[in-house]
């Protein structure tokens, strides 16, 4: 999908490179029961948090054509959320509008015009495709999201600390009061007998 993209947008991707060398396009996507998202970003490097991201989704159920395997259904499914996203992106990445290049690359959504803020039916694929725009970079949230997952090795390494020092501490009590015990005559001191000295 992302070769498929890069190529069909190359002379409006080489504008943008022009101020932003380093960005690119990558997808995503998830198929349920009854429908297939596709998340198409335009991305400008690990070091930008800015992305444009079209989110691409339409119905999906499996079978409904006797006459098409559902695999072929499913590629053609797929076929036209690219198509629906990638018509977004074309329409700002024309090499012959600076100005629409720029705001895709720099400003914020609001800026854009005629951007599908809102789910927006687009009937001329087929099947029909729900597209949305969004500046966000899904990308990055998977990083930070995995990030956030980690267990931080500081603080393993103090709670592992924290175990042996509670577990060194509950055994030290315990032969303190055994002692205690075995010096008052009420029991022994774990070793088989009381101290004797």
């Known amino acids: 999908v992302e070769q498929t993209v890069t190529q069909a947008m190359l002379k409006g991707l080489e504008e943008i490179k022009k101020t932003h060398p380093v960005s690119e396009f990558y997808a995503d996507g998830a198929i349920f029961s009854d429908e ?24 999906y159920e499996p079978g409904a054509d006797p006459t098409i395997s559902p695999g072929v259904a499913l590629e053609k499914i797929l076929g036209a959320c690219v198509d629906a996203a990638s018509a977004i992106f074309d329409y700002y990445l024309d ?31 087929q099947p029909p495709v729900w597209v949305k725009m969004y500046k966000t970079n899904p990308k990055l949230e998977s990083l930070a999201d995995d ?14 600390s924290s175990v042996v020092t509670f577990e060194a501490e509950e055994f030290l009590e315990e032969r303190l ?12 001191s774990g070793h088989g007998g009381p101290i004797r000295h």
């Open 36 to 59: 297939v998202v596709l998340t198409l970003t335009l991305s400008h490097g690990a070091q930008n948090l800015s992305a444009t991201t079209v989110h691409a989704s339409t119905d």
């Open 95 to 125: 090499p012959k509008s600076p100005i629409k290049i720029a705001q895709i690359a720099d400003h914020s959504l609001g800026s854009l015009e005629e951007a599908p803020f809102d789910w927006t039916l687009i009937e001329k694929t």
């Open 147 to 160: 990030w956030l997952n980690k267990p931080d090795p500081e603080f393993v390494k103090q709670s592992e």
């Open 177 to 188: 009061e055994a002692i205690k015990k075995a010096r008052d005559g009420g029991g022994s």
